[in-house]
T-cell receptor, first 113, second 118 residues
Framework: GESVGLHLPTLSVQEGDNSIINCAYS??????FIWYKQESGKGPQFIID?????DKRQGQRVTVLLNKTVKHLSLQIAATQPGDSAVYFC????????????FGSGTRLLVRP | DAGITQSPRHKVTETGTPVTLRCHQT?????MYWYRQDPGHGLRLIHY???????DKGEVSDGYSVSRSKTEDFLLTLESATSSQTSVYFC?????????????????FGPGTRLTVL
């Protein structure tokens, strides 16, 4: 079926280290992917996106990698900071689906001081 | 925050009562969405709208109805609230910016409404 999932529910990293959050998707017709960050008590916040015609996209301290061969998406956060502690979701848009995103269940990132 | 507000932010109600949640946006976005978020389920689409009076169902639409009589407001109604509808409800809008490979076509979320049905 159409689903987006994450490998690790909780990730704990030392402040200053790099973080990698992974996501698997199942629908080969997905053409657009987004990473969101959600802090406690707030709505999801857009971080970065990538289209299926790309395999890498970089933002400020974040990089998203897309491997369409194995249907895998990752979010890399460089020099992780305490403010990065949150739940991270990946989402996919299936081509021609009237732009309805399908979200994964989320990974909690904990940054140790 | 893409000019999105939700009201109320918190509500406690009793089983069987009707409840209406409001999403208001100030930037004339065509697409609006209602999601619910529950532990272990992530965000699930309830209903969405692609224009005034144009709405469609999402994956968890049973027990919910929506209305969009003007661009800026998207209302979610629980006709007869049940305890299984206790959740956090998020509204979102679709925004497209830029062009070519640098374009962004994503959803931006409101702050959420925490609903408790006793």
């Amino acid at each position: 079926g159409e689903s987006v999932g994450l490998h690790l529910p909780t990730l704990s990293v030392q402040e200053g280290d790099n973080s990698i959050i992974n996501c698997a998707y199942s629908n080969s017709a997905s053409d657009y992917f987004i990473w969101y960050k959600q802090e406690s008590g707030k709505g999801p916040q857009f971080i970065i996106d990538i289209r299926s015609n790309m395999d890498k996209r970089q933002g400020q301290r974040v990089t998203v990698l897309l491997n369409k061969t194995v249907k895998h998406l990752s979010l890399q956060i460089a020099a992780t900071q305490p403010g990065d502690s949150a739940v991270y979701f990946c989402a996919e848009n299936i081509e021609n689906s009237s732009y309805k995103l399908i979200f994964g269940s989320g990974t909690r990132l904990l940054v140790r001081p | 925050d893409a000019g999105i507000t939700q009201s109320p932010r918190h509500k406690v109600t009793e089983t069987g009562t009707p409840v209406t949640l409001r999403c208001h946006q100030t930037e004339n976005h065509r697409y609006m969405y209602w999601y619910r978020q529950d532990p272990g389920h992530g965000l699930r689409l309830i209903h969405y709208s692609y224009g005034v009076k144009d709405t469609d169902k999402g994956e968890v639409s049973d027990g919910y109805s929506v209305s969009r009589s003007k661009t800026e407001d998207f209302l979610l109604t629980l006709e007869s609230a049940t305890s299984s509808q206790t959740s956090v409800y998020f509204c979102a809008i679709r925004d497209t910016t830029g062009g070519g490979s640098a374009s962004t076509d994503t959803q931006y979320f409101g702050p959420g409404t925490r609903l408790t049905v006793l």
